[in-house]
């Protein structure tokens, strides 16, 4: 069964910086457009970014240039270089897949833990 | 871009019907047919439930249903089972580049 498998998390201090990886096991990951989602503790899910089959990615409003999405389509892999950091950006952050530009998240990754704190 | 607005929280008997509302704006829901539900139990990843307002992926039962009209979306849960008890979330597209989400709703199962 094809799967989205998330790593990368971990502790960071506030103005540091941390990549995220998922890896797609499935055989058509270059026909899919890879999105980033995340949810704080005890809250809502909150759409990051986006990335095109091309590799054209696009993002939430309130990150501000701080974050890039990029993908390796030979490697079946997404990433997310996240820097400076903040304390409200601490969350589990999932990767998600969707069949084009408007698609649903049809499959999603089990998630990594970023914890931004000093 | 704001959050879509949808109940803090429903519940339901077993057996019952309950209809969680999703509103947005002409911007993301109103504009696009492209709303999407999701299921979360806790420690769990999202699953996909309804996509493009009323389409049923494969696997999920047909006691879930969606629908829209105007600016809300609606999700249906028929039948109720102890295990459709969880944190539900509307999806919709805010343009090509742009994707938002509800704020959840915890339905519970009396």
């Known amino acids: 069964e094809v799967q989205l498998v998330e790593s990368g998390g971990g502790l960071v201090q506030p103005g540091g910086s941390l990549r995220l990886s998922c890896a797609d096991s499935?055989?058509?990951?270059?026909?899919?457009?890879m999105h980033w989602v995340r949810q704080a503790t005890g809250k809502g899910l909150e759409w990051v970014s986006g990335?095109?089959?091309?590799?054209?990615?696009y993002y939430a409003g309130y990150l501000k240039g701080r974050f890039t999405t990029s993908r390796e389509n030979a490697k079946n892999s997404l990433y997310l270089q996240m820097n400076s950091l903040r304390v409200g950006d601490t969350a589990v952050y999932y990767c998600?897949?969707?069949?084009?530009?408007?698609?649903?998240?049809?499959?999603w990754g089990q998630g990594t833990m970023v914890t931004v704190s000093s | 871009q704001s959050a879509l607005t949808q109940p803090p929280s429903v519940s339901g008997s077993p057996g019952q019907s309950v209809t969680i509302s999703c509103t947005g704006t002409?911007?993301?829901?109103?504009?696009?047919?492209?709303v999407s539900w999701f299921q979360q139990h806790p420690g769990k990843a999202p699953k996909l439930m309804i996509y493009?307002?009323?389409k049923r992926p494969s696997g999920v039962p047909d006691r879930f249903s969606g629908s829209k009209s105007g600016n809300t979306a609606s999700l249906t849960v028929s039948g109720l089972q102890a295990e459709d008890e969880a944190v539900y979330y509307c999806?919709?597209?805010?343009?090509?580049?742009?994707?938002?989400f509800g704020g959840g709703t915890k339905l519970t199962v009396l």
């Open positions: 990335i095109g089959t091309a590799g054209d990615a």
């Open positions: 499935g055989l058509f990951f270059s026909s899919y457009e």
């Open positions: 999806s919709s597209s805010a343009g090509s580049n742009n994707r938002v």
């Open positions: 002409s911007s993301d829901v109103g504009g696009y047919n492209y």
């Open positions: 998600a897949r969707a069949p084009g530009r408007y698609g649903a998240f049809d499959m």
């Open positions: 493009e307002v009323s």
